[in-house]
Nanobody, 119 residues
Framework: QVPLVESGGGLVRPGDSLRLSCTAS????????MGWFRQAPGREREFVAA????????KYADSVKDRFTISRARAKLEVYLQMNSLKPEDTAVYYC????????????WGQGTQVTVES
């Protein structure tokens, strides 16, 4: 397990921006990729974005492509999610997770940070 702590959530209006951060405490850890997922009330947790720690591969869910940007600080084992043009449907608890090996499952979920978008 990699202890992860998310931060940066909040209450914003449609069209606003937020930047989420996720930090792995302790270590050192060997991590292939870090990613963001979200879970809205009454819905399954869904993939948002992920990035390999090498920076070679980045993936986004179609629903956030062109609005969200994932970045990482490899040396610090941190990952960020810049969220622009937020919509009410982006409202969810956002979780950070790690993928220890290529094609492995994401795990070591953090406690999550709430993002609420409403007018």
């Amino acid at each position: 397990q990699v202890p992860l702590v998310e931060s940066g959530g909040g209450l914003v209006r449609p069209g606003d921006s937020l930047r989420l951060s996720c930090t792995a405490s302790g270590g050192p850890f060997s991590v292939y990729a870090m990613g963001w997922f979200r879970q809205a009330p009454g819905r399954e947790r869904e993939f948002v974005a992920a990035k390999t720690m090498s920076g070679s591969t980045t993936k986004y869910a179609d629903s956030v492509k062109d609005r969200f940007t994932i970045s990482r600080a490899r040396a610090k084992l941190e990952v960020y999610l810049q969220m622009n043009s937020l919509k009410p449907e982006d409202t969810a608890v956002y979780y950070c997770a790690v993928q220890k090996i290529a094609h492995g499952d994401f795990g070591s979920w953090g406690q999550g940070t709430q993002v609420t978008v409403e007018s």
